[in-house]
């Protein structure tokens, strides 16, 4: 009895799915036009219990679609008597896993599939040709993920951002979907995390912050304002997580730029994404407004390097990640708990931490590194208001430059080197004209060209070294210039930021202690960014060059008086 029942209430699936490729086809292969033919076919044959059931939108080499995973739920529980397709594409176009739900799991769950077109039934048996049916159906859908990949190609090697959402902050402009707005309200949301960030917050803490403040996720957004979101918003209101925050901060786009490849796909099989290599980016400049300055987004990135990790009781040094052991290279880590005051925090060798034997402690308060830090930016800021020409000076005679004589010969190698290079070739060609006229022998023509090609390959060789060193010594150049502009804008400095700290500070090596006379002696030394270790001058020197500088003014004002 139980058995008639179940038998009564199984049902036939009519199922349809259509893909955004099989859009193309027009009415055809429309949603529409299959309930209809799978319908007549139910009602032709009397198949029991109808159901019609859908998937739109979504390929057939993937089968983690909503209705088809639906359907293969109620065969597992004995529900489904027939499974009615229009064509055997429909039901998917991986050969692999169709050949195992034809001769493995609609057998063991006692299914029936037909495809109408097809003309396939599997209560008449599965015909030998099906197998050749499903290879097809494969190769049709690789040859369309191909197509597709060449158009996508195309369009991101010309610059059309290939993006289907807009990062978080920007919109698409209705009268041309490939240019960017600016969405002023989620942008005051990235330029206020990308604030915190700089301020020393990690992702998690923002996070949480933006959860306080009641601030909207960005699919809660995109959803509020009617745009159709991948991604669901969260089961509670405005709960940040921090990977949507570190996504954020790593988007190259917020400067402005359209950042393009910065994923593939292994096959056409899989849909996870994989990321690539940095360096296999494509990257067009100033494409869009710009909602982070370049300037705040290169030190965010340089503060992600630099991952503080915070205490149990959740405090954070701004020089967390930036003190080294000068002895071992391992990183010093923060100590600071509720069990003593925050004056009393301290940095340790992570190396003396997990075996002593490796390294000693190298421990040094937190309030004298701050100390050390606040007192060499201040001379140094001092040195550079006042001398900055000589500061300019020095900094470019470490570097090695000699200034425009030694960028100018460079740039004049460099273009005789190109120049050759095609000089060779033009000698290689008039010298092949001469042997097919007789005027120069085989033998001559083959070594005369040996001897041309293997220096023109020395040179395609050194063209890349040339370029290097050129643009080495002008990206010095180019940053010493901003380094002196940056240090210019902090007119008075009377207490350190992690904005500050981490805008002229690239590392500090921490050395062992030393009893010298009784007392404790602790070398700390201060890399600055750009500069490297900068000595700072003694008292003497500085009163020297002060008065040397004080003079100087003294005879410009009487050559202008």
């Not at 550079?384 to 000076?393: G, N």
């Not at 600055?528 to 003497?540: A, R």
Request: proline share 4%.
């Amino acid at each position: 009895m139980k058995k008639k029942q179940l038998n009564e209430q199984r049902i036939t699936v009519l199922y349809a799915r259509l893909s955004r490729d099989d859009e193309k086809e027009g009415i055809s292969g429309s949603i529409q036009n299959q309930r209809a033919i799978l319908e007549k076919f139910a009602a032709d044959n009397r198949l029991p219990n109808p159901r019609f059931m859908f998937d739109d939108g979504y390929s057939g080499v993937t089968f983690t679609r909503p209705a088809f995973m639906e359907i293969m739920e109620l065969a597992e529980q004995g529900l489904v008597a027939n499974l009615v397709v229009k064509d055997h594409s429909r039901l998917g176009r991986n050969r692999l896993v169709v050949g195992q739900l034809l001769e493995e799991d609609f057998v063991r769950l006692n299914v029936r599939y037909i495809a109408i077109m097809d003309n396939i039934d599997t209560a008449n048996g599965v015909s030998d040709i099906v197998p050749m049916q499903d290879l097809f159906n494969e190769w049709h859908a690789k040859n369309t993920s191909d197509k597709v990949r060449r158009v996508m190609q195309s369009r991101g090697n010309a610059g059309i951002p290939l993006t289907t959402n807009t990062p978080f902050g920007y919109r698409k402009d209705p009268e041309d979907k490939n240019r960017w707005l600016v969405d002023e309200p989620a942008a005051g949301v990235v330029r206020q995390i990308f604030q915190m960030s700089v301020s020393g917050l990690g992702p998690t803490q923002i996070a949480k912050k933006l959860r306080s403040e009641g601030v909207m996720t960005p699919s809660e957004y995109l959803h509020s304002t009617g745009i159709n979101c991948a991604n669901k918003p969260p089961a509670y209101p405005c709960n940040w997580s921090s990977g949507t925050v570190a996504g954020i901060l790593d988007r190259q786009e917020y400067v402005g730029d359209t950042v393009n490849f910065r994923t593939y796909r292994q096959s056409f099989k899989q849909k996870k994404q994989l990321d690539r290599p940095q360096e296999e980016w494509k990257v067009f400049p100033n494409t869009h407004p710009a909602i982070i300055d370049r300037e705040t987004f290169a030190l965010v990135q340089n503060l992600r390097q630099h991952r503080r990790r915070p205490t149990r009781t959740g405090a954070v040094s701004m020089f967390s990640g930036l003190l080294y052991c000068a002895d071992c290279g391992s990183k010093l880590g923060y100590s600071a708990t509720n069990n003593y005051k925050r004056e009393q925090a301290f940095f340790f060798c992570s190396s003396y931490r997990k075996a002593p034997g490796i390294c000693t402690a190298h421990f040094i308060r937190e309030r004298i590194v701050e100390q050390l830090v606040l007192e060499g930016l201040q001379r140094l800021l001092w040195y550079i208001q006042v001398y900055e020409k000589r500061f300019a000076q020095e900094q470019m005679e470490r570097f090695g430059l000699q200034e425009k004589k030694v960028l100018t010969a460079k740039r004049r190698e460099l273009d005789r080197a190109k120049q050759r290079v095609s000089e060779i070739d033009q000698l290689i060609q008039k010298s092949y004209e001469d042997m097919t006229k007789g005027l120069l022998s085989e033998e001559r023509f083959s070594t005369l060209t040996v001897s041309l090609e293997n220096e023109q390959r020395q040179l395609k060789a050194d063209i890349p070294e040339l370029e290097n060193s050129l643009n080495a010594t002008a990206d010095k150049a180019d940053d010493l210039q901003k380094f002196i502009q940056l240090a210019r804008q902090v007119t008075r400095l009377t207490e350190l930021t992690p904005e500050i700290v981490h805008e002229f500070i690239d590392k500090i090596l921490v050395s062992q202690p030393v009893k010298v006379d009784g007392k404790r002696r602790q070398r700390v030394d201060i890399y600055y960014n750009t500069i490297g270790l900068w000595y700072i001058p003694s008292p003497e020197e500085m009163e020297r060059e002060y008065l040397a500088y004080y003079n100087s003014m003294q005879k410009r004002k009487k050559k202008t008086a």
